[in-house]
T-cell receptor, first 110, second 113 residues
Framework: EDQVTQSPEALRLQEGESSSLNCSYT??????LFWYRQDPGKGPEFLFT???AGEEKEKERLKATLTKKESFLHITAPKPDDSATYLC???????????FGIGTKLQVIP | GAGVSQSPRYKVAKRGQDVALRCDPI?????LFWYQQALGQGPEFLTY????????KSGLPSDRFFAERPEGSVSTLKIQRTQQEDSAVYLC???????????FGQGTRLTVV
């Protein structure tokens, strides 16, 4: 069974304090790893897709990387607006079911 | 439409009532997923449609849960005889094709009292 484990479950940063969120996965036949951002009371908002080990994607203060066993979401000099829950998901299997982790709740303090 | 639309946004049901939750996916998207998200948890898979065919319903928690997508576009998730443990946010997502990202609606928050 596909598994996605995210750590830490919660992270509190000072504004400007860079850090990384981890997503470890065990899947049979990875067809894509996704990062989403979810704000309270809203649906997940798509951020990145990664397909193969060594791949990197960047968007503003966020950079996502992928290895054969895990992915990292690096946040550089975060701002309070970056406060949200960050979800990792993997796409696998015959019809490519999407399986989510529990998420990392990030709080950036001014 | 521009995005995935779900209705209602909020639903309060008395225990034992039947409810129907609607999802309008992005136009032309073949794949449609339903997820259940409890407070503080990640989305949990419920069911998957490819066009009008329900290819996987392994995540539906009981036979009180039923989903349909009769014309391969709008989908409805129905919950019969609601129980308190059904209280959660129900998310719908659609995807253009395999290997690509899914886009989510805002969700329906169901509270069973």
């Amino acid at each position: 069974e596909d598994q996605v484990t995210q750590s830490p479950e919660a992270l509190r940063l000072q504004e400007g304090e860079s850090s990384s969120l981890n997503c470890s996965y065990t899947v049979s036949g990875l067809r894509g790893l996704f990062w989403y951002r979810q704000d309270p009371g809203k649906g997940p908002e798509f951020l990145f897709t990664l397909y193969s080990a060594g791949e990197e994607k960047e968007k503003e203060r966020l950079k996502a990387t992928l290895t054969k066993k895990e992915s990292f979401l690096h946040i550089t000099a975060p701002k309070p607006d970056d406060s949200a829950t960050y979800l990792c998901a993997v796409n696998s299997g015959g019809y490519q079911k999407v399986t989510f982790g529990i998420g990392t709740k990030l709080q950036v303090i001014p | 439409g521009a995005g995935v639309s779900q209705s209602p946004r909020y639903k309060v049901a008395k225990r034992g009532q039947d409810v129907a939750l609607r999802c309008d996916p992005i136009s032309g998207h073949v794949s449609l997923f339903w997820y259940q998200q409890a407070l503080g948890q990640g989305p949990e898979f419920l069911t998957y449609f490819q066009n009008e065919a329900q290819l996987d319903k392994s995540g539906l928690p009981s036979d009180r849960f039923f989903a349909e997508r009769p014309e391969g576009s709008v989908s409805t998730l129905k919950i019969q005889r609601t129980q308190q443990e059904d209280s959660a946010v129900y998310l719908c997502a659609s995807r253009d094709r395999a290997n690509t990202e899914a886009f989510f609606g805002q969700g329906t928050r169901l509270t069973v009292v």
